[in-house]
């Protein structure tokens, strides 16, 4: 069937620093993407989406970027901080669908 | 604007027993409502989507007479988790979309442990 996303790696960043997380998708139908900050303990937390007639978006401090020729998709956060510690999980959908597809998620840590 | 709640946020119940989680939007009207399932360090597993006032579409491998789903109102959708076994102990998670958006906003999710 469809996935999204790998095995759940683990992404340790300087607090500062710049982290990007990166997500695949298999799906070519896919046309929106949605990433989410999970908590340890809570639920996701909308951060930012993007459609596929678009290969960037910015908001405050975050920027994901859409590669639709490799099915990649990628979440940059500037300036990390200790609050940004969470998973993130990428995840798509196809237009008429109203399923969400998610990845696996990627466990970010943040060193002092 | 956007928000989602549950409750109760953590129940511990004795296997046998049936449970009810309560999702609802705050602030908007959801005409789609999702519940999830999420194990320990893994993703989100979709269980079934619901929209008011119809039955619920369950995904392949859950069992509808087990995981009851209710969606009465705009606002408001149950799960009810009938004859609990400890197998059954995760998070689950509600999330809901307004209109024909597809953007799913979640609710803070709630922790099940059958003893």
């Known amino acids: 069937g469809e996935s999204v996303g790998l095995h759940l790696p683990t992404l340790s960043v300087q607090e500062g620093d710049n982290s990007i997380i990166n997500c695949a998708y298999s799906n070519s139908a896919s046309d929106y993407f949605i990433w989410y900050k999970q908590e340890s303990g809570k639920g996701p937390q909308f951060i930012i989406d993007i459609r596929s007639n678009m290969d960037k978006r910015q908001g405050q401090r975050v920027t994901v970027l859409l590669n639709k020729t490799v099915k990649h998709l990628s979440l940059q956060i500037a300036a990390t901080q200790p609050g940004d510690s969470a998973v993130y999980f990428c995840?798509?959908?196809?237009?008429?669908?109203?399923?969400?597809?998610f990845g696996q998620g990627t466990r970010l840590t943040i060193n002092p | 604007g956007a928000v989602v709640s549950q409750h109760p946020s953590r129940v511990i119940c004795k296997s046998g027993t049936s449970v009810k989680i309560e999702c609802r939007s705050l602030d908007f009207q959801a005409t789609t409502m999702f519940w999830y399932r999420q194990f320990p360090k893994k993703s989100l597993m979709l269980m079934a989507t619901s929209n008011e006032g119809s039955k619920a579409t369950y995904e392949q491998g859950v069992e509808k007479d087990k995981f009851l789903i209710n969606h009465a109102s705009l606002t408001l959708s149950t799960l009810t988790v009938t004859s609990a076994h400890p197998e059954d102990s995760s998070f689950y998670i509600c999330?809901?979309?307004?209109?024909?958006?597809?953007?799913?906003?979640f609710g803070p999710g709630t922790r099940l442990l059958v003893l």
């Open positions: 995840a798509e959908t196809a237009q008429g669908a109203q399923k969400l597809v």
């Open positions: 999330s809901a979309t307004q209109g024909f958006e597809e953007t799913q906003y």
